[in-house]
């Protein structure tokens, strides 16, 4: 289990809000993110951050890919 954070930023390509691992290298500053909590996997991260508003919330390619679809 980790602890998962949300960009708050919607700036990459796709304009989702990206969830993170605390170990990813792409981890946002700590003004940028919002913790979402520690889960088993980043699908159970996503699927946090999207029942609370985060509707286009999306794994980060690197550190929840098991999460990631765009």
């Not at 979402?36 to 980060?60: M, N, Q, R």
Request: aromatic share 10%; charged share 20%; glycine share 8%.
């Amino acid at each position: 289990m980790k602890h998962y954070y949300i960009n708050n930023n919607t700036t990459n390509p796709n304009g989702n809000n990206e969830v993170h691992t605390e170990d990813c290298k792409y981890l946002p500053s700590p003004t940028n993110r919002t913790y979402l909590g520690y889960f088993i996997d980043g699908i159970a991260a996503v699927a946090t951050a999207k029942s609370k508003g985060y509707s286009k919330a999306d794994g980060c390619i690197h550190c929840c890919s098991e999460a990631h679809t765009e």
